[in-house]
């Protein structure tokens, strides 16, 4: 199974911040990475999928980057409504896996 | 734009079956735009995924839950299913279904879905 290691587990920041969260695989899985956020009690919203590309509808201040085993997902000015949980997931395996989350909070 | 329902008992029996049911709406099963998935999340813990069918009928599902598992498509009504067989209260999650597409893309992500169903394993 592919493991997802994200970090940091958490992170606190002020709005305006620009935020980096790490997301890396445990073998080679080209593109295949997606980011999502979740707010508590909702179900996750897809921000950016094939490492790069961003979901219709998402602002443009989300960016993602990254390939082979090493992704970024930043956040270029925080804003209120980012305050949430953030997940990546390859679908390279045979089983999708997640990585375990980071949360971002205010500072 | 497709729109998920999940519906279902929200309290099941320690080694009973756990059935529930994705209701989709805004696009057709029978498409192949999509495939077919559910994947569940603890409470305060991540996310994991179950499994999947494809409109054809055919499932993936994961390992770690595969002898315990069928997932089934009825396109009469537009929905699928899981069920999850012998739950202990180790499956007490949010569940959600969820679509994954479109199937041109390289590993397609989790692109519409459920708002979740709480299902609660406890006698």
């Known amino acids: 199974d592919i493991q997802m290691t994200q970090s940091p587990s958490s992170l606190s920041a002020s709005v305006g911040d620009r935020v980096t969260i790490t997301c890396r695989a445990s073998?080679?899985?080209?593109?295949?990475l997606n980011w999502y956020q979740q707010i508590p009690g909702k179900a996750p919203k897809l921000l950016i999928f094939a490492a790069s590309t961003l979901q219709s509808g998402v602002p443009s201040r989300f960016s993602g980057s990254g390939s082979g085993t090493d992704f970024t997902l930043t956040i270029s000015s925080l804003q209120p409504e980012d305050f949430a949980t953030y997940y990546c997931q390859q679908s390279y395996g045979n089983l999708i896996t997640f990585g375990g989350g980071t949360k971002v909070e205010i500072k | 734009q497709v729109q998920l329902q999940e519906s279902g008992p929200g309290l099941v029996k320690p080694s009973q079956t756990l059935s529930l049911t994705c209701t989709v709406s805004?696009?057709?099963?029978?498409?192949?735009?999509?495939?077919w998935n559910w994947l569940r999340q603890p409470a305060g813990k991540g996310l994991e995924w179950i499994g999947r069918?494809?409109?054809?009928?055919?499932?993936n599902y994961n390992p770690s839950l595969r002898s315990r598992l069928i997932i089934s498509v009825d396109k009469s009504k537009n929905q699928f299913s899981l069920k999850m067989s012998s739950v202990t209260a180790a499956d007490t999650a949010v569940y959600y279904c969820?679509?994954?597409?479109?199937?041109?893309?390289?590993?397609?992500?989790?692109?519409?879905w459920g708002q979740g169903i709480l299902v609660t394993v406890s006698s």
């Open positions: 073998e080679k899985i080209n593109n295949y």
């Open positions: 069918i494809y409109s054809s009928g055919s499932t």
């Open positions: 969820a679509t994954e597409g479109p199937p041109s893309l390289n590993g397609p992500p989790f692109d519409y």
């Open positions: 805004g696009g057709s099963i029978s498409s192949g735009s999509h495939y």
